[in-house]
């Protein structure tokens, strides 16, 4: 194939990519996006192979490779839960990273095989991108494995931290960049393996010290340096189509780690240099068992919704582990038939990647107009009669509004507590995945209902 024909080919498949992040942006499109980022591979995997020309014993290893990695990813995709979706994507950002990692070793040892010079005297530019896409790679490896850990519950939540922590990190970034200026003066093997030493150990160390509250920030910004270290390769590979999805997939990610931070009120350098969440949380974490709770029941639940003029729902990553969202659906569909008003209130935050909310309203049809942002519907609390939260708990926590030493002050949440009644399911008064006491389980309007979500909500549709 022609360097102009696979020019063009690219190039509708980087338009193909770039229609797809748009219908991801929307639950409404999202089915139309995936379809369009699945044409756009289709179409450039085709012309990588038709560039390349003759394979030869090579094309049958590729096969393989394809085969068995295709079947094992569909495998995985099958099934997989929704709830474990956010590690998940940890674990395939930090195959991406070594994707990177492994093609820049393969250019470093064998640059004639990509005509990029010879051992010794490779070309500069290219020394310098598989250099940036090497070391990128390495901390997104790395840093995706201690995320998947961290999220999977392998390894604790909590931040890890100690003294010095961020001077070292400091350290060993410019470090980085002085043995990759040293690399491109000299070439030495020693320094391309130290460079990819270093980065794997920086992505441990700016990872770890990140409070499970900020993960899904994390995950953002992970998948946005696995899209710069696949750029960076594509443009010592000279490929066209790794350049422009590298890229897409880069800014995006750092576009949404942005939206993400803005909607937490968090400092983005913060989150990445790490350390948030490790405060002492004396101050908020009063003792349980000395304040008093109202316990209720399905019934009582069923009572308060029924004579209610407006309800909102308010789901969190308890719905989605319950698998509640059809029984939820079946409830709303009941207090609708009884003239009520209902709407569901969505955090920026809710579960543990964006979207994973809207997801799960989606897969039981819950109509879109119904589902709100928190600053659509923030405002209606106020004059809501009752507020059932499922799930859900950080993201409504009234101490993000008045308690300037917890962790998650200054955190946007959902003004719940101002409803007038609040139904709070959740299996106990253990405290969210930041770590910290919600005071909205204290409140004098709001009844606890302690329970599985799924059974909870079968058993009010059942009484309603």
Known sequence: MSANLSATFYLISGILFI?????????????????????????????????????????????????????????????????????????????????????????????????????????????????????????????????????????????????????????????????????????????????????????????????????????????????????????????????????????????LSYIMCKGMNRSFFNVILGGWGATDQSSTAKSKEQKPVKNGNADDAAFLMKNASSVIIVPGYGMAVAQAQHALREMVDALKKNGVKVSYAIHPVAGRMPGHMNVLLAEANVPYDEVFELEEINNDFANCDVAYVIGANDVTNPVAKSDPQSPIYGMPVLDVEKSKSVLFVKRSLSPGYAGIDNDLFYRDNTLMLFADAKKMTEEIVKSL
């Open 19 to 255: 229609l797809a992040l748009r219908g991801l942006s929307s639950p409404e499109t999202s089915r139309q996006g995936n379809y369009f980022g699945i044409a756009g591979m289709i179409i450039a995997i085709a012309v990588t192979f038709l560039s390349v020309g003759n394979f030869g014993l090579g094309l049958i290893y590729i096969f393989v490779f394809l085969l068995v990695g295709g079947s094992i990813g569909a495998f995985i995709a099958f099934r997989i839960p929704m709830t474990a979706m956010p590690e998940l994507v940890a674990g395939f950002h930090s195959l991406v990273g070594l994707a990177a990692v492994f093609v820049a070793i393969s250019a470093f040892l064998k640059p004639d095989a990509f005509n990029l010079g010879v051992v010794g005297n490779i070309k500069l530019a290219s020394l310098i991108e598989m250099s940036l896409g090497a070391a990128i790679g390495a901390i997104t490896f790395s840093g995706s494995i201690i995320a998947f850990l961290k999220l999977r519950g392998i390894m604790s939540g909590a931040p890890i931290t100690f003294s010095g922590q961020h001077i070292i990190n400091l350290i060993l970034g410019i470090s980085i960049i002085i043995l990759v200026t040293y690399l491109c003066l000299n070439q030495s093997n020693y320094l391309f393996w130290t460079v990819v030493a270093i980065s794997f150990l920086l992505g441990v160390l700016i990872i770890i010290p990140i409070g499970g509250a900020d993960m899904p920030v994390v995950i953002s910004m992970l998948n946005s340096y696995s899209g710069w270290a696949a750029a960076g390769i594509g443009f010592t590979l000279e490929n066209t189509a790794l350049i422009i999805t590298g890229a897409l997939v880069g800014s995006s990610g750092a576009i």
